[in-house]
């Protein structure tokens, strides 16, 4: 069963378009507005702001006029009797969140978009939605109530042309317009590219008739404007100025050699829990930000013969990232780090492991990572790769017991996804893979007769993120 608040809203917003469509004139030559539900707007409060002012100024179609699932049909929209479809979603910019909405009328590209910053309650301005409302006639080609000539007919018997505040509540902030749009296009609109000839470009508008008695005053500076856009794409992942990440790291490590001749002592050992921690920070978007990550496990049974040994594990990194927005719904991130990897088993007694090397690895990196937003859904899929050259690669390469020197480098993927939930907050999980590889100098004693060698790691990581 719905909650009282959203019964609530939903009975606002029949009532709204209800009172809009049987009050609106009905003209045939004039258009009739299909809203669709407006995507990031899960409260529905844009939803009926939008459709109360615009069912007042034209007739709507009840409902989402055939707009609603999870893909605007246009074409469904059309055979209901809808002869423009508005279209938008909202998703969160640097200076706060916006209302990218998307006017068809014919095809599947929109003659006109706009793009309008929202006021601290999350909901279009005055000065915004009376810019929205003139700018819709001059590409609608009608005068505001609908008619494409002679004196304007009103949407309401009220003087003013938007609704009395028990229907929108204009005045409490809790308009929700009707049936208004998810991200654009993306429903019959899916094709891009520029608007259909003969529509009017938004540069040089085609002057509408002459308004209403009263002159709308001039328009805001803020909001924008543009024509030629062909869809609202879905949310996308922007530039956070900080970025904080803590969760767990576990992970499966085995260092491993080659058949055929005599080796070192490999391992295979489980990690359970490891605490990881990782703080970005972006503070201008034409500059590269900081980035670190760490990870630590101390304590780690490692069991030989009838002694047990501890080790402990270690891995951060810190460098220089350049988050790219390639495209509304994808965030490209190239970065170049310093890193240390190291897990180090310790005495028993006063005794070593024989023959067990430590790993400590020390090195530059360059990784690229991914994050795509699937639509409004707050669903994002992540990948990232790296690779690594280890400038120091002990104690198997310079270690005194081992090889006098060799090579190292490595390799590394993680892919997964993350789900935004509330606010700043997200929940990201993924799993990873790594591989350092070795290429060994000879040994002069003759003791090792390998040249090679891999330390390869598998695991996942959890993590609760907040970005500001």
Do not use: N
């Not at 258009?31 to 990031?40: K, N």
């Not at 002057?207 to 856009?229: E, N, Q």
């Not at 990550?293 to 810190?318: I, N, Q, V």
């Amino acid at each position: 069963m719905a909650p009282p608040a959203r019964r609530a809203r939903s009975a606002r917003l029949a009532a709204a378009l209800a009172a809009a469509w049987l009050a609106a004139p009905a003209v045939a030559a004039g258009p009739r507005l299909a809203i669709a539900p407006v995507r990031g707007d899960p409260g529905g409060a844009l939803r009926l702001q939008l459709g109360v002012a615009l069912c007042a100024e034209w007739p709507c179609l009840p409902g989402a006029g055939g707009l609603d699932g999870p893909r605007p049909d246009l074409a469904r929209a059309r055979r209901l009797g809808a002869t423009a479809a508005l279209l938008g979603s909202v998703w969160r910019e640097r200076g706060g969140p916006v209302l990218s909405l998307a006017l068809f009328t014919e095809g599947k590209r929109p003659a006109r978009s706009w793009v309008f910053p929202l006021d601290p309650r999350g909901r279009l301005p005055a000065e915004a939605l009376r810019r929205l409302e003139e700018e819709m006639g001059e590409a609608l080609g009608v005068r505001r109530g609908g008619a494409r000539e002679g004196p304007t007919a009103p949407a309401f018997s009220a003087p003013s042309p938007r609704p009395s505040p028990p229907v929108g509540e204009r005045e409490d902030g809790s308009p929700s317009a009707p049936s208004s749009p998810r991200p654009a296009p993306r429903g019959e609109g899916q094709g891009e590219g520029p608007r259909a000839a003969g529509a009017t470009p938004s540069s040089s508008p085609t002057p509408s008739p002459a308004p209403s008695p009263s002159p709308s005053p001039s328009r805001p500076a803020t909001p924008t404007s543009t024509s030629t856009s062909t869809s609202i794409p879905p949310p996308t992942p922007t530039r956070a100025t900080l970025t904080l990440e803590a969760g767990l790291d576990p992970a499966h490590l085995s260092l491993r050699f080659p058949s055929g001749g005599t080796s070192p002592v490999g391992y295979s050992v489980t990690l359970p829990t490891p605490p990881l921690l990782r703080l970005a920070w972006h503070p201008s978007p034409r500059l590269p930000g900081l980035q670190g990550e760490a990870a630590w496990l101390g304590g780690l049974a490692f069991p030989s013969g009838d002694r047990t040994h501890r080790a402990t594990y270690l891995r951060w990194r810190a460098g220089l990232a350049w988050p790219w927005p390639v495209a509304r719904w994808l965030t490209v991130t190239p970065d170049l780090a310093w890193e240390q990897q190291s897990l180090v088993v310790g005495r028993a007694g006063g005794i070593k492991v024989p023959g067990l090397p430590d790993t400590r690895l020390s090195g530059a990196s360059a990784g690229l990572a991914l994050q795509a937003a699937l639509g409004g859904s707050g669903l994002s899929l992540l990948a990232a790769g790296r690779g690594a050259w280890w400038f120091s690669a002990r104690e198997l390469a310079g270690g005194a017991s081992f090889y006098p020197g060799g090579a190292a480098w490595g390799l590394e993927a993680e892919a997964g996804a993350a789900l935004r939930l509330v606010g700043p907050l997200s929940l990201r999980a993924t799993g990873t893979w790594s591989r350092t590889t070795w290429a060994l100098d000879a040994d002069p004693s003759g003791a090792f007769a390998v040249r090679s060698a891999e330390w390869v790691r598998l695991g996942g990581r959890l993590t609760m993120r907040a970005d500001w």
